[in-house]
């Protein structure tokens, strides 16, 4: 069974960082694309980020590129969003999602509360 | 960036309706588009994939159809638990934008 298990969120003033992980189980997490996507409160989903599964490729969303930082670890099966410069704007619940290999999301985490605020 | 539009925003039925919702691409997409669905306090789910194609899992009354621009998801007969926010999303280029979500609630 999949299992992603994200965590590292909580609250953060603006203009600090945070560093979310996502620690992957139950399928080769070192041959699927991963993804951070985020839901504000009361809002709907947005794509925030993606990794390929050799870490060559990432690719942001234009909301968050050059203060946000993908990445993963393929030896300890962790997903990484490294944030910095954060705005009340990025407070959000942050899901780390799985591609199948059509690059659907079809494995989600339960998310992690990012509140940014001073 | 392709944007996807949903609508109706909310959907007001009874269990045992049938639902019609839309998305629609200010570009074509092919058949790159996926149906999600989302309960509250819950992560989403994937319904259908390359617009009319059920997830692993996903019961018979949920079915997509559309191509090019226009999409929609029917929902055949509402059970209780289906009374939910549904998003779809393209794959057909980055950014993989999602649609605003239109909400089914009960009538």
């Known amino acids: 069974e999949v299992q992603l298990l994200e965590s590292g969120g909580g609250l953060v003033q603006p203009g600090g960082s945070l560093r979310l992980s996502c620690a992957a189980s139950?399928?080769?997490?070192?041959?699927?694309?991963m993804s951070w996507v985020r839901q504000a409160p009361g809002k709907g989903l947005e794509w925030v980020s993606s990794?390929?599964?050799?870490?060559?490729?990432?690719y942001y969303a234009d909301s968050v590129k050059g203060r946000f930082t993908i990445s993963r670890d393929n030896s300890k099966n962790t997903l990484y969003l490294q944030m910095d410069s954060l705005r009340a704007e990025d407070t959000a619940v942050y899901y780390c999602?799985?591609?199948?290999?059509?690059?659907?999301?079809?494995?989600w985490g339960q998310g992690t509360l990012v509140t940014v605020s001073s | 960036e392709i944007v996807l539009t949903q609508s109706p925003g909310t959907l007001s039925l009874s269990p045992g309706a049938r639902a019609t919702l839309s998305c629609r691409a200010s570009?074509?997409?092919?058949?790159?588009l996926a149906w999600y669905q989302q309960k509250p306090g819950q992560a989403p789910r994937l319904l259908i994939h390359?617009?009319?194609n059920r997830a692993t899992g996903i019961p018979a009354r949920f079915s997509g159809s559309g191509s090019g621009t226009d999409f929609t998801l029917t929902i055949s007969s509402l059970e209780p638990e289906d009374f939910a926010v549904y998003y779809c999303?393209?794959?057909?280029?980055?950014?993989?934008?999602f649609g605003q979500g239109t909400k089914v609630e009960i009538k």
């Open positions: 999602a799985k591609y199948d290999s059509n690059a659907w999301f079809d494995s």
């Open positions: 139950g399928f080769t997490f070192s041959s699927y694309v």
């Open positions: 990794i390929s599964s050799n870490a060559v490729g990432t």
């Open positions: 570009q074509s997409v092919s058949t790159s």
């Open positions: 390359d617009a009319s």
């Open positions: 999303q393209h794959r057909s280029n980055w950014p993989k934008t």
